[in-house]
């Protein structure tokens, strides 16, 4: 076989440059098809449905579990799809109870993984037991105790001033304490009419 011509060379090379651009065109074009980044998928590496794989996404769709206490129906610990709020927590757990101080919460935060969700029970007021009672704010609603009463505590009963319930201390500091409210009777200024007010206000 004789030696090619310079033109067929030229032709050869030419060829052989357009088939180095196409293969390399479909290389690239293969590689872009591929599984995209934003998907790390764990299977068994066969061939088909693969309903058995675990996968996550670029956005952390895996469930998280937290535990619901407080006052909820049904406190425990409950799996929840990821991006669930506080809300969807509580009513998974039976919905707050009669008791619950549900504003005290903010439902609408996001549940993460692990967390614990406390739903607080309502604190009654001081209020509503001097409603009941009939009583007014700072008004004693029964015998002041006469080994911890201080002169303010004297001074609220009824006909005793700031003197009198300076005296009364005094007297209970000299004698290590009161045994009797009878005992008062001692101190200058407290006569029978005194003694019988102490006796309903004070107690030993």
């Not at 037991?129 to 008004?139: D, H, L, N, Y």
Request: proline share 4%; glycine share 18%.
């Amino acid at each position: 076989m004789g030696s090619l011509s310079r033109s067929q060379l030229i032709v050869y090379g030419a060829v052989a440059v357009v088939l180095l651009l196409v293969g390399a065109r479909w290389i690239r074009s293969g590689d872009a098809g591929g599984t995209p980044a934003g998907n790390v998928s764990y299977g068994d590496g066969g061939s088909g449905g693969g309903s058995g794989g675990f996968s996550v996404d670029s956005q952390g769709g895996s469930d998280v579990v937290v535990d619901v206490a407080g006052a909820v129906s049904k406190p425990g610990v409950y799996r929840l799809p990821a991006g669930s709020r506080v809300n969807d927590a509580v009513k998974r757990a039976g919905g707050a109870t009669g008791r619950a101080s549900v504003e005290s919460i903010n439902l609408a935060a996001r549940l993460t993984d692990g967390q614990q969700v406390v739903v607080p029970e309502k604190v009654s007021g001081s209020g509503a037991t001097a409603s009941t009672s009939g009583a007014t704010p700072g008004e004693q609603t029964g015998p002041i105790s006469l080994g911890s009463a201080s002169v303010d505590d004297l001074d609220t009963i009824e006909g005793i001033g700031p003197v009198t319930a300076q005296k009364i201390i005094e007297f209970r500091d000299q004698h290590g304490g009161v045994s009797s409210i009878d005992q008062l009777d001692q101190i200058d200024g407290i006569g029978p009419a005194t003694l019988e007010t102490l006796r309903s206000g004070l107690q030993p």
